[in-house]
């Protein structure tokens, strides 16, 4: 992408930032999902930052898509996790292992905004094992048959379709991946809305009862789904560290500025020695971040240039779980911070940290646990032969 390119895609950003901020925090306060936003991210182009041109997106390189997400994630982790799940999860595998019949076919709609893509793989009983999947999928002449339940799924009850990840019901125990369209007869979806945070993103569990798929549809060869899976999980667990970032950077502009406003003890808390230290370390949350997140980006572009290179390819992906791991740590301690400045008003979703604090948590969990993260680094310097899970 050309630099009139990616300042023309920075100005979009920032135009529908501003113009969602007052729907997407009265639509906080009312614990409902903003349609708005999907509208918004129409009129400014924002469905297919980083698809080619060609297939109707904006070609933006990942440096310049993640600096869009970061920009998104001082909004809110809610309203980031509807790209992350549209774009990060929802087209990227489709954009690297679709064939040109299905890159046409969904990646143009999607990115004007036609269908909203969703990632379809976690499930009640398999979360950071896959392998533990219970979906389904057999052979029934032109078509496949898909049977399983998906759980906690962002945009899952609004996508017109979904990456859909299951097992074949005889034969090897190989996971495929399918390129699902939500308009057929067997499906049943339920939002869920008790959550802790993120209440203006769509998550929702769908059923898949019998239900009709083309083998066209088939996302990759049968067997590829696993490593489909993987490889789309470091371009989420990107998208995730990118908004962590935003939210560390919106955490460090609220805080500065509350601190210099509120008067305590005859001056503004932000001549007190202890608000000052909490803002050194939401500032050094930023700086490690971000320099870790350039890094990351650095390696997913190099391993993106040539992608037979599975030394390229192990490297990014674990420098994708190090940033994840770190920024979305680091963002909830910035947030943590930002609230314990604010005081009782900290304490409101009212302001901006307390949405922040409860949104950003999930980010911990989410595209690969703390835990899961942290045994993926430590097996890259141990060795296979200590990885925890074989």
Same mark, same amino acid.
């Given at each position: 992408?050309?630099?009139?390119?990616?300042?023309?895609?920075?100005?979009?950003?920032?135009?529908?930032?501003?113009?969602?901020?007052?729907?997407?925090?009265?639509?906080?306060?009312?614990?409902?999902?903003?349609?708005?936003?999907?509208?918004?991210?129409?009129?400014?182009?924002?469905?297919?930052?980083?698809?080619?041109?060609?297939?109707?997106?904006?070609?933006?390189?990942?440096?310049?898509?993640?600096?869009?997400?970061?920009?998104?994630?001082?909004?809110?982790?809610?309203?980031?996790?509807?790209?992350?799940?549209?774009?990060?999860?929802?087209?990227?595998?489709?954009?690297?292992?679709?064939?040109?019949?299905?890159?046409?076919?969904?990646?143009?709609?999607?990115?004007?905004?036609?269908?909203?893509?969703?990632?379809?793989?976690?499930?009640?009983?398999?979360?950071?094992?896959?392998?533990?999947?219970?979906?389904?999928?057999?052979?029934?002449?032109?078509?496949?048959?898909?049977?399983?339940?998906?759980?906690?799924?962002?945009?899952?009850?609004?996508?017109?379709?979904?990456?859909?990840?299951?097992?074949?019901?005889?034969?090897?125990?190989?996971?495929?991946?399918?390129?699902?369209?939500?308009?057929?007869?067997?499906?049943?979806?339920?939002?869920?809305?008790?959550?802790?945070?993120?209440?203006?993103?769509?998550?929702?569990?769908?059923?898949?009862? @019998?239900? /009709? #798929?083309?083998?066209?549809?088939?996302?990759?060869? $049968?067997?590829?789904?696993?490593? *489909? &899976?993987?490889?789309? =999980?470091?371009?989420?667990?990107?998208?995730?560290?990118?908004?962590?970032?935003?939210?560390?950077?919106?955490?460090?502009?609220?805080?500065?500025?509350?601190?210099?406003?509120?008067?305590?003890?005859?001056?503004?808390?932000?001549?007190?020695?202890?608000?000052?230290?909490?803002?050194?370390?939401?500032?050094?949350?930023?700086?490690?971040?971000?320099?870790?997140?350039?890094?990351?980006?650095?390696?997913?572009?190099?391993?993106?240039?040539?992608?037979?290179?599975?030394?390229?390819?192990?490297?990014?992906?674990?420098?994708?779980?190090?940033?994840?791991?770190?920024?979305?740590?680091?963002?909830?301690?910035?947030?943590?911070?930002?609230?314990?400045?604010?005081?009782?008003?900290?304490?409101?979703?009212?302001?901006?940290?307390?949405?922040?604090?409860? @949104?950003? /948590? #999930?980010?911990?969990?989410?595209?690969?646990?703390? $835990?899961?993260?942290?045994?993926? *680094? &430590?097996?890259?310097? =141990?060795?296979?032969?200590?990885?925890?899970?074989?």
């Amino acid at each position: 992408m050309d630099p009139a390119g990616q300042d023309q895609l920075q100005q979009d950003v920032e135009a529908f930032c501003q113009q969602v901020r007052p729907k997407e925090e009265l639509c906080y306060l009312e614990h409902r999902f903003n349609q708005e936003a999907i509208e918004l991210a129409k009129k400014y182009n924002l469905l297919g930052m980083p698809i080619d041109v060609e297939w109707g997106g904006r070609g933006a390189d990942l440096s310049t898509y993640l600096k869009a997400l970061a920009r998104i994630g001082q909004e809110g982790s809610g309203l980031r996790t509807l790209f992350s799940g549209h774009t990060s999860i929802g087209q990227y595998p489709i954009a690297r292992f679709g064939s040109a019949d299905q890159q046409r076919e969904y990646l143009q709609p999607s990115a004007r905004g036609e269908k909203i893509m969703a990632f379809g793989l976690t499930e009640p009983e398999a979360g950071s094992n896959p392998l533990e999947l219970q979906s389904s999928y057999r052979q029934e002449g032109d078509h496949y048959l898909l049977n399983g339940i998906k759980y906690l799924i962002s945009n899952g009850g609004i996508a017109d379709t979904v990456i859909f990840f299951a097992y074949p019901v005889e034969g090897p125990r190989r996971m495929s991946a399918f390129i699902v369209d939500t308009d057929g007869p067997g499906i049943e979806r339920e939002d869920m809305t008790a959550k802790l945070g993120l209440p203006t993103c769509n998550t929702a569990m769908f059923e898949l009862t @019998d239900y /009709r #798929v083309p083998t066209e549809n088939m996302l990759g060869s $049968e067997g590829d789904g696993f490593r *489909i &899976a993987m490889e789309t =999980l470091v371009s989420g667990r990107l998208s995730v560290a990118a908004g962590c970032l935003g939210v560390i950077e919106d955490c460090l502009k609220e805080t500065i500025e509350y601190a210099k406003e509120r008067q305590q003890h005859g001056k503004p808390i932000a001549q007190h020695q202890l608000v000052q230290q909490h803002i050194a370390r939401i500032e050094l949350s930023r700086q490690t971040t971000e320099s870790v997140l350039a890094t990351a980006t650095e390696a997913k572009m190099f391993s993106d240039a040539d992608l037979d290179d599975q030394q390229r390819l192990q490297q990014a992906d674990l420098l994708a779980a190090e940033v994840k791991f770190v920024a979305s740590n680091a963002a909830l301690d910035a947030a943590d911070r930002a609230l314990q400045v604010f005081g009782g008003r900290g304490y409101s979703e009212l302001f901006r940290p307390a949405r922040h604090w409860k @949104d950003v /948590r #999930v980010c911990r969990i989410y595209e690969g646990t703390d $835990e899961i993260l942290q045994l993926k *680094i &430590a097996a890259s310097l =141990l060795g296979k032969e200590y990885a925890a899970f074989r």
